[in-house]
């Protein structure tokens, strides 16, 4: 029988959570939970609004190119905006932004005025915030613990955002089948004060930062894109997330049509697609959060890579949809590549170019996916949507063995 002081002992986080130990990321995790399933919600409430107005495969890839145009600008500038400023300053005007642009959005739906126009007007707005969002979160993970624990941090951030993929979605499909697109909009504009609320509260050390404001900023941009090149393997990484984003998840531009006319579906198993997805995710980054510091990494990272488009492949032949929630959790196990990527390269790159390298990685999976969207969305139109979906899971099966073939190093990274 344990002694009463042993009792009284507090008992240590296990492996799993380790980074839960640092206050900061605590209360980040804590205030994410809302937000990312707002979004979430928005994101299948909205592709849904869109075809159920336009009824077209390219419409829906255009919204998606829309929201992620942006970046393909802006992101590389975000990045050395982060290595310039506090990220939690960043964040906070970002996600002010994406509130305010959520309730303009709901109030239009719920108005019965939205077009496909505003949408797309609203997207781009979307995408200007998140290309200074995107690599500010990610560098921000850096910030809240210490390097011992960013590949449990990181894992564990990433399950969080996939667990809002399994909760916002399901509880979105629920609300847009019995209250509409509208309302899904204005959950998600409330669901940003959570966030919000734990940036102000969270004490972030920023004084080391003040140095990085000599250099001027395009001179900062070039020693950023200088640097990538130069390190082959960390350019190779930035490769793989690229086709992972263009072509191995072009697949979802044109999702809420393909549950429409190959599954023959409605709006709450739309939903159910992207929460089985998601759940994938979530048991992704657990098992990453628990293993993967310890794990032949590069290896899980060929094995993902490969294994995602011919999962794709057949979930694009597939018409069954029972079946498809199955392929859907396979898919969203894929998304372990992210996991991998991810703390590979904080782990590499130096602290100083952290903001400018990840803002890359951010343009990789954010600013150029839209190009794989659009296509998608014309191949629909013209080849039919099992095609289209089938030929990006070849195209990007192709690609990423050009790299596993030329840049074999990454194979043996830990």
Known sequence: MPSP????QPRPIPQTFSSLRHRNFKIYLLGQTASLAGTWMQIVAQGWLVYQISKSEFTLGLVAFASAIPALIISPWGGVLVDRIPRQRVLLVSQFAAMALAFILAALTLSGTVQVWHVILISIGVGIFNAFDAPARLAFVFDLVERDDLSNAIALNAMLMNSARVIGPAFGGFILATLGAGWCFFFNGLSFLSVIVA???????YSNMTHKNMEHPFRQLLDGIRYVFRHVEIFALLQLSLFFSVFGLAYTAVLPAFVDRVLQQDALAFGAINAATGLGAVAAALWTARHGASSP??????????????????????????????????????FVIYFIINPLLQARVEDSMRGRVLSLYTLTYWGLAPFGNLSVGNLAETWGLNSAIAWSAIV???????????????RTWK
Request: glycine residues 4%; positive net charge.
């Open 199 to 205: 940036l102000l509260v969270m004490r972030v050390d």
């Open 297 to 334: 990494r590069g290896k899980i990272l060929v094995a993902a890579t490969l294994l995602f488009p011919i999962t794709l492949f057949v979930f694009a032949l597939n018409s069954n949809f029972y079946f498809a929630l199955l392929i859907a959790f396979v898919l969203g196990l894929g």
């Open 5 to 8: 002081a042993s009792i009284l």
């Open 396 to 410: 990007a099966f192709v690609l990423t063995m050009i790299v596993w073939l030329l840049v074999p190093k990454l």
